[in-house]
């Protein structure tokens, strides 16, 4: 018997009423009784000749409308889990080729040099010959980068990270640091012919610049800040426009507001009056606090684990409005404290709907308020989905 594909399950198998899986299927798909799907109208042909290999994309198949509604429904899902549901708005999905940052592999084998992500549920090395992901500018790197790296005399295996700054591409390889004057001739040659705005190795020890003409920045929030080699930053510019413009929406207009996890500054730097910012990573809160204090902006930047020292309720409490941007795992202990605070908001991004989901059911039970949730889809058909929310509540009057 034939059943219709429903959904797509979080891991990107599509899946019937009668809780069949499929992989590759798209919501409107057939699954015939022996297991082959039939494609439907939302079944799209992918783009990319090395899906599925390539372990950077999971989601290819599916149009524009059911890969939207991909990423809602994770988040859905994850809050039905923990018991909760709130008002959720349309996915904001960045378009193909818009990746500014990414991190590929590399490794010599079999007399060269291959670079691209694993494949799916593998360490090989898918040697990306294309890609529908990375902005043109980070792509436009990957060959040349190869028939660098072999003229180094690269033997091992190590990352490529690739983020696209203010002044061009910014190049970090680890696992590598070639010695000698020819490889810097040759590393500076490569730079000057391909615009590369810096060029970083890192063997194991700290990044190790080895081409940076002209000191390398990101603007965030309008501010140039120092980027770190290496330095996180959100995927595309237009997701992190689509997460800003949430958080501004989320916390209004406040005279004091904390920002924890800050990073660079991405949030920090867009806010209104006065901001606290805090941040475990040294060098990313050390260029925040340069670039703020450069551009006459009020924030105050400190160098904090809030893992091991998340703000208490007294310290929250000094503030109109908190932001909330930790990494995957969440942020429990600093979710428990924000639960019996008396901010009268707090914008939470999340990159993993259900660490959300766990720390927003803390904040629920202790009397907050989930006003709305803002799906991102800025990791292009991939599983990865991320997000912004508003938490609200009247301060008690005692």
Known sequence: MSDTIIRVAARGDGVTATGRHAAFAAPGDTLSADGIVMPGPHHQTPPCGHFPRCGGCQLQHLDDESY???????????????????????????????????????EAKGGRVLIGFSAEKSHAIVDMAE????HPTLFALVAPLRALLQRLGFKRRGDVHLALADQGADILVTSF?????????????FCQRHGVARFSVDDGLGAETR???????????????????????QATADGEAALVAAVREAVGNPRTTADLFAGLGTFALALPDKVYAAEGARDAILSLKGAANGAGKMVFAEHRDLYRRPLTKTELDRFDAIVLDPPRAGARDQADALASAEVRAVAYVSCNPSSFARDAKAMV???WQLDWVQPVGQF???????????????????
């Not at 904001?92 to 590929?104: E, G, K, M």
């Not at 640091?177 to 500076?188: K, N, Q, R, V, Y």
């Not at 997000?387 to 005692?398: E, H, T, Y």
């Open 68 to 106: 939207a509604g991909f990423v809602t429904d994770r988040i859905a899902s994850a809050l039905d889990a923990q018991g909760l549901t709130a008002p959720l708005r349309p996915a904001h999905c960045s378009p193909s080729h818009s990746r500014r940052r990414a991190t590929l592999h590399a």
């Open 131 to 134: 890609c529908h992901i990375l």
């Open 177 to 189: 640091s070639p010695d000698g004057l020819e490889a810097a001739e040759t590393i500076i040659a």
């Open 211 to 233: 081409w940076e003409p002209e000191p390398v920045t990101i603007t965030l929030g309008g501010v140039g800040v120092p980027l770190p080699p290496g330095a996180f930053l």
């Open 365 to 367: 039970d202790q009397g």
């Open 380 to 398: 292009r058909w991939s599983t990865h989905v991320e997000l912004a929310a508003r938490f609200s509540r009247q301060p008690s009057s005692g």
